[in-house]
């Protein structure tokens, strides 16, 4: 376990220094904002969902407003993002459970947030730790991140919420945020579907199983 906190920290130390300015790359101005982001994000692109996002929230500017919103309506603003139909439920019904059970304001606790229709632990962490700025919320692990972290050797499990677990024993809590999203823009460059390893910063710190 030793050694593997100490490839992990290698690993983030690099990957901080070449990637200096990782963040979200969802657009957002509030818990809100981010959690309706996060669930549009679901098969979709960011990329994607930041072209949406400015016309869906002006006109569904908060969970009082979306829950309110018709069916049609929301749609109309996101049938460009993959599986909208269940994303368009989803909106609703979160935005609408908001309203009723917690006051119209986003929850800031785990437990409370994983109760919203289409909100599961990765979304969770994602709104917790970049719109909340809860360090303990645990760590957001998406494609990029399971992928990695099995090459690196991080973790021999597929399942992301036991990946999680595995990271969280070996990651400085300090540096669950951002390690998603150094591990992401990594995941898109370099550590693609068939690596390039030969150009890797990280190829001294990782076990390679692929
Ligand atoms: S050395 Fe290869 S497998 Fe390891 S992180 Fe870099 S690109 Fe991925």
Redesign the pocket.
């Known amino acids: 376990m030793k050694d593997r906190k100490t490839q992990v920290e290698n690993i983030i130390r690099l990957l901080h220094a070449e990637y200096p300015n990782s963040k979200c790359s969802l657009d957002f101005s509030n818990p809100f904002e981010l959690l309706v982001g996060t669930i549009l994000s679901a098969q979709s692109t960011d990329k994607r969902v930041n072209i949406v996002l400015p016309s869906l929230l002006a006109a569904f500017p908060d969970a009082n407003a979306m829950a309110n919103g018709t069916i049609e309506d929301i749609k109309e603003h996101i049938k460009s993002v993959g599986l909208y139909n269940n994303k368009t439920k989803q909106l609703k019904n979160m935005s609408q459970m908001i309203v009723d059970d917690f006051s119209e304001v986003v929850p800031d606790k785990m437990k409370h947030l994983v109760k919203l229709p289409g909100v599961g632990r990765k979304t969770a962490n994602v709104v917790l730790g970049n719109a909340f700025g809860v360090p303990d919320s645990g760590i957001t692990v998406d494609t990029h991140v399971i992928r990695?972290t099995q090459?690196?050797g991080l973790t021999t499990n597929n399942n992301a919420v036991k990946i999680e677990k595995d990271l969280m024993k070996i990651v400085p809590q300090v540096e669950w945020v951002d390690f998603t999203h150094l591990f992401i823009d990594?995941g898109r460059k370099?550590?693609v579907k068939k690596?390039?390893?030969e150009e890797?910063i990280?190829?001294s710190n990782?076990d390679?199983l692929?």
Do not use: A, E, F
Request: aromatic content about 6%; overall charge positive; glycine content about 0%.
């Open positions: 990695m090459r690196m990594h370099i550590c690596p390039k390893c890797c990280l190829i990782c390679q692929y």
